[in-house]
């Protein structure tokens, strides 16, 4: 039972942080790979308020979601310039500069070596030791996060996201700020992954930059590429085949070495499956 929950709490995770991707991707038709910087930057904020702060889970929830939102808001006025193949390879750019500065920021971040001892989440006196407590306020989280990607899809605003994703300059045409449109769905969907970074950094104690790597936002692509582009049910699906994947390979009892191989392979293949066969993902309403 206590496997079944923690995988679910896992899958919850990663249920946040797929919802959030896309709405950049699915929604707006952006082509993001900047989702595991700011996943990083709400792990490590909720981390050092807690441990070097002592500030509460939730306070510290709050302070990554902010620290994600100014800095999505500084760098998407600078994505907001590019379209396509150009906007991916600067999304990745930050990736890569966020993993940089928590590896060798060693005054604030512990380095490689991460930081230990990152406490469990407070409600009033209560503590939530348990992982099935836990696994309740992972299942809120995810439960809020699908109700904002809901709430944008139904409103103009998503509409217009839409219809910028189908035809930016028509839109454009159209009398729309389409840079503002981009640039206001890239902050709120870097907000969403700081609730996701924080529910990591306390539901396991240990943090270090190798989590938060370039590839983890590419993982993350998959996992909607998989489930479903503008879907908020794809998010949900996707999260949950890749994140009970691993786990099969356990079952099958290869030695640890090959099923991370195989693990990666599988990814791949998957990915490039669904690209040729069914590019909109199974729950999918959009193509790349």
Known sequence: MEY?????????????????????????????????????????AAAIGMTELGLGFFSTLLLGMLANGILAFVVGKILSRFQGDYYAIVSAGLSVIVFSVLLNWKDLTNGPLGIFGIPKPEIGSFRLVSNFSYLVLCLAAVAL??????????????????????DEQLTRLQGYNTKHFKSIVFVVSAMMSGIAGAMFASYISFIDPSTFQLKEGIFLFTIIIVGGLSSAKGSIVGALILISLPEVLRFIGLPYETAAQLQQIIY?????????????????????
């Open 145 to 166: 996060s699908c109700g904002i990607y809901v709430l944008f899809d139904r409103s103009s605003f998503g509409r217009t996201l839409k219809a910028l994703r189908e």
């Open 4 to 44: 079944l929950i923690n995988l679910a709490i896992l899958f919850c995770i990663y249920g946040t942080l797929a919802l959030s991707l896309n709405m950049v991707v699915g929604m707006a038709g952006l082509l993001s790979l900047a989702q595991a910087a700011f996943y990083g930057i709400g792990a490590y």
């Open 268 to 288: 791949g293949a998957l990915l490039v499956l669904m690209m040729i066969l069914r590019p909109q993902g199974l729950f999918g309403k959009y193509r790349m």
